[in-house]
Each structure stands twice: as C-alpha cells, then as structure tokens.
C-alpha cells in the first residue's frame, strides 16, 4: 500500500519561497506520476504542478498561475517529489494536496485530480503580510 507525506507548508509573507516534499513510502516508482493539487477555502480544488517518468524520460506541466514562480522535481533515490515555490503570493494560500499515480499518465489525464490512485494528507500554505 502506498502512502504519500507531505511537509513542508507554513506562513509566509508574500515574495516568500517554501519548499514542499512528497515522499512515496511502500512502494518504489519506477514510472509514474507525481505532482500537486490545491485547494483555497471556497473554492474548486486545482492543478498546481506534475512530474511524468518512465525509463529516462521526465516531464514537468505547470499551471499557468504558477508557471515562472514553482518548479517541481524528483528524487528518484528518495521516492520523493518536491515542489519549490518561489515569489508566493497571498493568492497561493491554499491546502496543496500530494497526488501520485503508479503509471505515467498520458498528458491529457495529469490535469484531473480523478485520475491520481493517491492522495496525501494535505499541507496547508499560507501567504499573508
């Protein structure tokens, strides 16, 4: 059974920088999908950022919001994924939620959250002056 733990999250003040972790316990990735879903207090839950790998190929997507600001990556070693977010802006505030998939999803699958097998426990980042 795969377990996904988050850390990471905390109160920042705008312009700020974080770092997220997601490691994978359980199970080894030799592909798949990784990556970050959020969700603001009433509001829809959201795509932040994924990471695709199968043999030696590896991927990033971004949502536009994000794009220019988070980078995500991974450590094959480590079964971790991480996503740095830099310049974060109150309207980042969110709970990010860890997703993973045990295969690399085709492109037009990583957008939905219905198509991750798992899910973390949720970080809650907070931007505010």
């Known amino acids: 059974q795969v377990q996904l733990v988050e850390s990471g999250g905390g109160l920042v003040q705008p312009g700020d920088s974080l770092r997220l972790s997601c490691a994978a316990t359980?199970?080894?990735?030799?592909?798949?999908?990784m990556g970050w879903f959020r969700q603001a207090p009433g509001k829809e839950r959201d795509f932040v950022a994924v990471?695709?790998?199968?043999?030696?190929?590896?991927?990033?997507h971004y949502a536009d919001s994000v794009k220019g600001r988070f980078t995500i990556s991974r450590d094959r070693a480590k079964n971790t994924a991480y996503l740095q977010m830099n310049n974060l802006k109150s309207e980042d505030t969110a709970v990010y939620y860890c997703?993973?998939?045990?295969?690399?999803?085709?492109?037009?699958?990583?957008?939905?959250?219905?198509?991750?097998?798992?899910w973390g426990q949720g970080t809650q980042v907070t931007v505010s002056s």
């Open positions: 997703v993973a998939e045990e295969t690399r999803l085709i492109l037009s699958r990583v957008w939905g959250g219905e198509n991750y097998g798992y």
């Open positions: 359980g199970r080894t990735f030799s592909s798949g999908t």
């Open positions: 990471v695709r790998w199968s043999g030696g190929n590896t991927n990033t």
